[in-house]
């Protein structure tokens, strides 16, 4: 069964950086896009970033210019550079992998921006 797991979250202070990553281990074929969705306290899941499997990127335009997903050469990793981190940044960050008939989410990492 393929599992996906990230890392790299922790606390940091505002105007700081974080870089997460998300390693998916297991049978994995026909991977479509990964990417990067979080929720934070008493909001709904949002989209951060996705990258296709041609690597075609897309990114919220809340994040837009400071984040930068990326995927390593063997595409069983996606890492997101997180730079000039807000307050409004604070939230579990989610890993995410989907084919042509399957999601696989990741169990979460938590990012707090605070002073």
């Known amino acids: 069964q393929v599992q996906v797991v990230e890392s790299g979250g922790g606390l940091v202070q505002p105007g700081g950086s974080l870089r997460l990553s998300c390693a998916a281990s297991g049978r994995i074929f026909s991977i479509l896009l990964m990417g990067w969705y979080r929720q934070a306290p008493g909001k709904q899941r949002e989209l951060v970033a996705t990258?296709?499997?041609?690597?075609?990127?897309n990114t919220a335009d809340s994040v837009q210019g400071r984040f930068t997903i990326s995927r390593d050469n063997a595409k069983d990793m996606v890492y997101l550079q997180m730079n000039s981190l807000k307050v409004e940044d604070t939230a579990v960050y989610y890993c995410?992998?989907?084919?042509?008939?399957?999601?696989?989410w990741g169990q979460g990492t938590q990012v707090t921006v605070s002073s």
């Open positions: 990258i296709t499997s041609n690597g075609m990127r």
């Open positions: 995410y992998v989907g084919g042509r008939d399957f999601e696989i």
